[in-house]
């Protein structure tokens, strides 16, 4: 059974195909067309889906797509009397998503009638849900979708066992931990569609000095229900709708002002995009932060009361939020966590092919998500003609075998080098997590601003990530539970922040990613030959970008190297060095067995 999943005209469009119970891929459209956060139709990731599964499209039985248009349909009816032009926008998309057959054979270039596929409409939360559960190591657990809104819900809790979901409760529009977090996060002049992570790295220099206000934006009242409410006289999205701009794929996603004028009554100005930030700006930061955490642990709480699982799997765009994440296993009962790489609405499309598959068909499960590795890859001979291509002037391509890359990169990286890593097939979600990553010495606490200054261009208070050994993760953070996606933030231990300042963030913690020597060897082993040289089993870990999505092809990548400061980039087998000596050699027999030296 063929099933492909695809998340459309909506922001993070992308594609997964599911073949008898395994994922074969899964890519965000992203990538392929650089538009950051792109919706619109996936067509290029479709492409890549069947090409990499060796499938057409009428070796396709269903299609999963994560809108149902009859998920709370009074609901639906009752703003659109009271939001017109909002209505008439959903209803703009709706009839994009009746069209999909069509779009789907244009974008493949195929007669519509040679489509055999089912076409399924699973409601956005069960897709997450699915997305969370049916891919986790889990045969039982509870699980958690929570987001900004989807079918007029921000929230679905629900009980997995086996290869079913049984929904245990939702919380409606207009209330959304999703849209307020959005909200306050326009407020403190991040408009840029995805810019709440920024907003959650700034909480940390900040107190929580609002709270009792913030405690009336978001309500979550004394009795032991797991709900929420949004003070909504500080909200606007209820009255207008949220203004959504993202249908069109070539330009990235844009949404309207949520916050009302009495927002900026009670907490004052809102700050410019470019304005200077302020004590009351960071405190504001904390507030959100606190207050969210509260509201998120309510909620998590409850669902243990309710399943009384010592397991549970998140989804949804809030799932993201690392540093609350981070805390689960000091604020609720809960022993073991989940959280897959995408857990935002790129996943739906994985999610929405495995609610298919299992709560539809009942097929049992037979796969877990142990790795992010799920999108396209580039052969040797791909790698060789981007670098013949792609070099210039004096630059110079040394070719090692693979048993030689790791140690000659730890080497760079020992050195103070900023090394670009391109390695094996692109990581599926916003992390980059060891094949399309940027890397550096944690060891020196400069190397945060190096950084910025030379490659990322980004605000000087986002943290970056620590990539450690799992094995080695009790020796450096006070928790060792597995964070292999970069979607759970630990505090470092007292006498190790010394020892990695560079990743680790003003109040202590690191988002780190846990590295295993079974899912990502070369990436480990790099990790490891570092430690050999310092001590220290830790890299600085960033995204494979400046200011775009993650490079996808070996072209980008150099391209990316060639136009920014970065030192060196290791790209397949090729290790290309802008500065005019080689490696820092430990011996001669560093280079022992070099295959290639050319030179442009």
Not at 463 to 491: C, G, H, K, Q, V
Request: aromatic share 10%; glycine share 8%.
């Amino acid at each position: 059974m063929n099933i492909l999943g695809i998340n459309a005209y909506h922001p993070n469009a992308s594609a997964a195909l599911v073949s008898d119970g395994r994922l074969v891929t899964a890519v965000e459209e992203e990538r392929f067309n650089r538009v950051k956060y792109a919706a619109g139709f996936p067509a290029e990731a479709i492409r890549y889906c069947l090409a990499e599964a060796g499938l057409t499209l009428r070796e396709i039985d269903h299609i999963a797509v994560p809108r149902n248009p009859w998920a709370r349909l009074g609901t639906k009816l009752y703003y659109a009397l009271r939001m017109p032009r909002f209505a008439a926008g959903r209803a703009r998309v709706l009839a994009r998503f009746a069209g999909i057959h069509e779009e789907l054979a244009r974008a493949l270039d195929v007669d519509p009638r040679s489509i055999r596929a089912r076409y399924h409409r699973v409601e956005h939360h069960r897709a997450h849900l699915a997305s969370a559960f049916f891919v986790s190591p889990f045969d039982q657990a509870a699980v958690l979708s929570t987001d900004g809104l989807g079918d007029f819900a921000s929230t679905m809790w629900a009980m997995g066992q086996g290869n079913r979901l049984q929904v245990r409760g939702a919380v409606a529009f207009p209330h959304s931990l999703g849209l307020f977090y959005t909200a306050i996060s326009q407020y403190l002049g991040f408009w840029r569609y995805g810019d709440e992570y920024k907003v959650m790295g700034l909480a940390a220099y900040g107190e929580p000095a609002c709270l009792e206000e913030f405690r009336r934006i978001v309500q979550t009242g004394n009795g032991n229900g797991p709900g929420f409410r949004l003070g909504l006289k500080y909200f606007s999205h209820h009255r207008t709708g949220p203004k959504m701009m993202w249908q069109d794929g070539t330009q990235s996603p844009v949404l309207g002002q949520l916050f009302s004028p009495y927002l900026e009554d009670r907490l004052g100005p809102a700050r410019p995009p470019d304005g200077l930030l302020e004590t009351r700006h960071k405190d504001t930061a904390a507030s959100l932060q606190a207050v969210l955490e509260q509201a998120y642990f309510r909620l998590l709480n409850a669902l243990y009361e309710q399943t009384q699982q010592r397991a549970v799997c998140l989804a949804g765009g809030v799932a993201f939020n690392c540093v609350a994440n981070g805390k689960i296993f000091d604020r609720t009962p809960f022993r073991e966590v989940y959280v897959q790489p995408a857990a935002g609405d790129a996943g739906l499309a994985v999610g929405a092919a495995y609610y298919v598959y299992h709560q539809i068909f009942g097929q049992p499960r037979a796969f877990v998500m142990e790795h992010a590795c799920w999108g396209p890859q580039f052969t040797r001979e791909r790698i060789r003609q981007a670098v013949d291509q792609g070099l210039a002037g004096s630059l110079r391509a040394t070719e090692l075998p693979e048993e030689k890359l790791a140690e000659v990169t730890a080497r760079h990286i020992a050195a103070g080098k900023v090394v670009g890593w391109f390695q094996g097939r692109a990581e599926w979600g916003p992390r980059a997590l060891g094949n399309r990553s940027i890397l550096a010495d944690p060891r020196r606490a400069e190397m945060k601003d190096v950084l910025n200054q030379r490659i990322k261009h980004g605000e000087p208070f986002r943290p970056f990530a620590p990539s450690i050994l799992e094995e080695s993760t009790a020796e450096y953070f006070d928790r060792s539970y597995p964070s292999p996606f970069m979607n759970l933030a630990y505090p470092v231990r007292q006498e190790k922040r010394a020892a990695i300042p560079a990743p680790t963030h003003v109040d202590g913690t690191g988002r780190l990613q846990t590295v295993s020597r079974w899912t990502n060897p070369l990436f480990w082993s790099v990790i490891k030959e570092f430690e050999k040289l310092t001590g220290v089993p830790v890299l600085l870990n960033t995204s494979f970008n400046e200011n775009e999505p993650i490079v996808l092809t070996p072209e980008e990548a150099i391209d990316c190297f060639l136009r920014t400061k970065m030192d060196v980039l290791v790209v397949g087998n090729y290790v290309i060095d802008k500065a005019a000596g080689s490696v820092p050699a430990k011996s001669d027999s560093v280079t022992e067995g070099v295959a290639q030296t050319f030179r442009r």
